[in-house]
């Protein structure tokens, strides 16, 4: 069955300091990948997604993330982090057939510490 | 101008209780989706719809109904509330992989 794990519910990071969200799938089928940010009270924005070609995605605000199929994952990553980052991230999967139904790993809550 | 809204943004309401969330979407989008979001997990599909007219079970459909009267509305109608069902929701509008949400509705169910 398909899944998406992050493994860390919690990161704490000083401001300035580089950053990596860790992220596993596992789906037999093509994998279409996302990363969403949630600010507090608020709803869902999409940061960057990977459909093809270049296995490191570019996102907004200085995010990125690099696929790998070997490893079945879709790491998030930022050279320096603001203390605005501090939110709750989730790496998602979508089906490649049917409804597009996503599916969402658990949430890593990022803490950027002044 | 947001393009996913719902309504009520809070609500409170009363076990057995019926209780009627609404989306609306200016997307223009086929699909629309309700998740539950619960501490300690992801977001998790209820329902969702094709388009106007249709409804279908997503994971966890137990104790909720759907109904997708246009193409612009989907709501989710809790029958008989439960305290199970406190939770925040959130609708949301796609016609890919990529899925456009609202800003939630926090339901407290007492």
Redo the contacts between chains.
């Keep these: 069955a398909q899944s998406?794990t992050q493994p860390d519910?919690r990161v704490t990071v000083s401001e300035g300091a580089s950053l990596q969200l860790r992220c596993k799938y596992s789906y037999s089928g093509t994998p279409?990948l996302?990363w969403?940010v949630q600010y507090p009270?608020?709803?869902?924005?999409?940061l960057l997604?990977y459909?093809s070609g270049d296995p490191v995605v570019q996102g907004v605000n200085g995010f990125e993330a690099e696929f790998s199929k070997s490893n079945s994952s879709f790491h998030l990553r930022k050279a320096s982090v603001h203390w605005s980052d501090s939110a709750v991230y989730?790496c998602?999967l979508?089906l490649s057939s049917g409804?597009?139904?996503?599916i969402?790993?658990?949430?890593t809550q990022l803490t950027v510490m002044p | 101008e947001a393009a996913v809204t719902q309504s009520p943004r809070n609500k409170v309401a009363v076990t057995g209780g019926k209780v009627t969330l609404s989306c609306n979407q200016t997307n223009n989008h086929n699909n629309m989706y309700w998740y539950r979001q619960d501490t300690g997990h992801g977001l998790r599909l209820i329902h969702y719809s094709y388009g106007a007219g249709s409804t279908e079970k997503g994971d966890i459909p137990d104790g909720y109904k759907a109904s997708r009267p246009s193409q612009e509305n989907f709501s989710l109608i809790l029958e008989l509330a439960t305290p199970s069902q406190t939770s925040v929701y959130f609708c949301a509008s796609g016609d890919d992989h990529e899925q456009y949400f609202g800003p939630g509705t926090r339901l407290t169910v007492l």
């Excluded at chain 1, 409804?99 to 996503?102: D, F, K, P, R, V």
């Excluded at chain 1, 969402?104 to 949430?107: E, I, P």
């Design positions: 998406v519910a279409y996302f969403y009270r608020q709803g869902l924005q999409l997604k459909y989730f998602v979508s409804s597009w139904q996503l969402f790993g658990s949430g």
